[in-house]
């Protein structure tokens, strides 16, 4: 499928009204451990993707709207967003034993 230039801008466009909220931990309020593991799993997920996109589109010929400060905000929220993730994982793991040690 061929992308067009007006696809590449649009793609940009969505990054930039995002990419403050990048390093933002997401919020587990309210939620189980799974659910915020699910939700940090696909934040990695996409992190990884638009880090790929950046390097890309920041490199292909004729340029780019992404920069090498945009792609390093990429890999700083997705190392943060690997932190999250892992401690998440801890949380559960050790909630889980607290739990089977009670019963």
Excluded: W
């Amino acid at each position: 499928m061929e992308l067009t230039g007006n696809h590449h801008q649009l793609d940009y466009a969505t990054y930039r009204e995002i990419m403050g909220d990048l390093l933002l931990p997401i919020s587990g309020e309210g939620l189980d451990f799974d659910t915020l593991k699910r939700l940090c799993e696909s934040k990695v997920v996409y992190l990884e993707n638009l880090r790929v996109k950046c390097f890309k589109e920041s490199n292909r010929a004729g340029g780019s709207h992404f920069t090498s400060d945009d792609h390093a905000l990429i890999i700083k929220a997705t190392v943060q967003a690997n932190l999250q993730l892992r401690q998440v994982v801890l949380l559960a793991i050790t909630d889980n034993l607290a739990k089977r040690q009670v019963s």
